[in-house]
């Protein structure tokens, strides 16, 4: 199957914390996405190529954008060019790709995202789209970081708490003493498990810690959807 290729302009970058920056693009009207997928960006600087796969942070009712969180590293290809890059600048795309998305036809009555890092983003663009969609079902979203400066979007997801009674907010922290739960996400699972659909995303040692402790709590794996980050 061919996959979309499209030009998207940078409409505002920003720092959100000191290590995750904020990229919004412009991009045609008729791009669709699904809550939960990525897209691929055709990065070239100084002769060399590199395509770098990032989530998609904003709702697919957004239409006509699409908003990424970015880690930045330090001399990382990618990270060098996003430092540089000025609004007004355009860039290829493709996509929208993966498989990562919410599970409409599950049962289950209670949806699970655990993340940490930038893993919270594709998981941000599901519980966003689908929680006036299916106010019957329970979102949970149980999110880490290293300490509270760190955490993205946490302002707006106390306040989407407040708005939406089928909607929980957990972050977790695990390098700063606060009032809330502290750790890693993994020691912050429901028991029971069972009968709960989990989404998981973030880098791929949490991913798999992760996945193996709901194994233990006798979840299905078909009730584990995975994305790991490298």
Known sequence: MAVNQFTATLQEKKYLTEEVMFLSFAIPEAITFTAGQYVIIDLLRDGARRLKSYSILNSPSERGKVDLCVMIIPGGFASEMF???QPGETFTFRGP????IFAEESKNSEHW????GTGLTPLSSMIRENLSRFPQKKF???FGDKT?????????FLALEEKHSNFLYLPVLSREA???KRGHVQLHLP???QNKTFYLCGLKEMVLETQEVL??????????KVERYT
């Open 215 to 224: 194994k233990q709590k006798g979840v299905a794996p078909e009730n584990i």
């Open 191 to 193: 028991s029971p498990a």
């Open 140 to 142: 949970v979203l149980l």
């Open 148 to 156: 509270r400066k760190d955490l993205l979007f946490h302002e707006e």
């Open 113 to 116: 995202f655990v993340g940490v």
């Open 97 to 100: 790709l993966g498989h990562f």
């Open 83 to 85: 430092k540089i890059m």
């Open 178 to 180: 606060w009032g809330g």
